[in-house]
């Protein structure tokens, strides 16, 4: 239930097309659905303009096919981070729209009419191809959020040329994910070539002394750069969901809400 959704509502029952009894069907489950193991935060998109985002991991497969059904239908599309394959083989079963991007590892149940990709300006950058999971899993937010991120991989500072050549894509974008594990100086040098913001995301890639991207955390939190902010380890989500909300509040009339997918 988003904003567009619940002024529909009450429009309809306002002018009589929508029995009072139908309304209140839908609002139900308003705020939140019990589901015993879990409880479904439906009135989210009406407090911050995005439905519940559901974290796969930790969660065994049936426990993911019992929720997804829940969020599905309701005027927003339904992502799943950190999905296994045999989540997704449960989710299938019963919602058949299922999509599965195995490099991201996400489910994403799109709605009837997807969401445009109403928004540019995102770049995403990753230092190596090692880090393309968690910048894969920013991008799938990021466009279910109207974005229509570009990728620029494989341009860490061990090849600083590979990255220089791309200069005027870099100063061209409204805001900037880098995506970087070993020491993640690569925050530090986009931010120093770009007047954008810059979030950056650690990643857990590296040999023993990066401590499974802690190294590159603190590396990002030290960057001599400004403008850089910094995300938890492989956080993808999180870095891809800001960035949206950066990008619609960048563009003429854009607003969280207007990204939460409202038919």
């Known amino acids: 239930m988003d904003q567009a959704s619940l002024m529909a509502l009450l429009a309809g029952v306002r002018d009589g097309t929508i029995p009072v009894a139908d ?8 705020p939140y659905q019990d589901l015993g193991y879990a409880r479904l935060d439906h009135h989210r998109p009406l407090r911050t303009g995005w439905p519940e985002v559901v974290l796969g991991e930790g969660k065994t497969p049936e426990q993911v096919a019992g929720i997804v059904p829940e969020l599905a239908g309701r005027g ?20 058949p729209s299922a999509e599965y991007n195995q490099l991201a590892r996400c489910i994403v149940v799109p709605t009837e009419r997807p969401v445009d990709a109403r928004y540019g300006g995102l770049l995403i950058v990753t230092a190596g191809t ?4 968690v910048a894969e899993e920013a991008a799938v937010t990021a466009e279910l959020m109207g974005c229509c991120p570009e990728r620029l991989n494989d341009v860490g500072v061990a090849g600083l040329h590979r990255l220089l050549d791309r200069l005027e894509q870099l100063q061209n974008a409204r805001v900037i994910v880098v995506v970087a594990g070993m020491e993640a100086a690569l925050g530090s040098v986009v931010s120093g070539l770009v007047s954008a913001p810059v979030i950056a995301v650690p990643t857990s890639v590296g040999y023993g002394a990066s401590f499974d991207g802690l190294a590159a955390l603190l590396g990002m939190l030290n960057a001599c750069a ?7 380890i492989d956080n993808g989500f999180g870095a891809g969901y800001l960035a949206a909300q950066i990008c619609a509040m960048g563009n003429p009339g854009g607003s969280r809400s207007d990204n939460a997918g409202a038919d």
């Open 76 to 95: 927003h599309p339904v992502l799943v981070t950190r999905a296994s394959p045999e989540s997704y083989r449960l989710v299938r079963a019963v919602v």
């Open 226 to 232: 400004p403008g850089v902010g910094v995300v938890n």
């Open 23 to 30: 309304a209140a069907e839908s609002l139900r489950d308003l």
């Open 130 to 133: 090692a880090d393309l999971a």
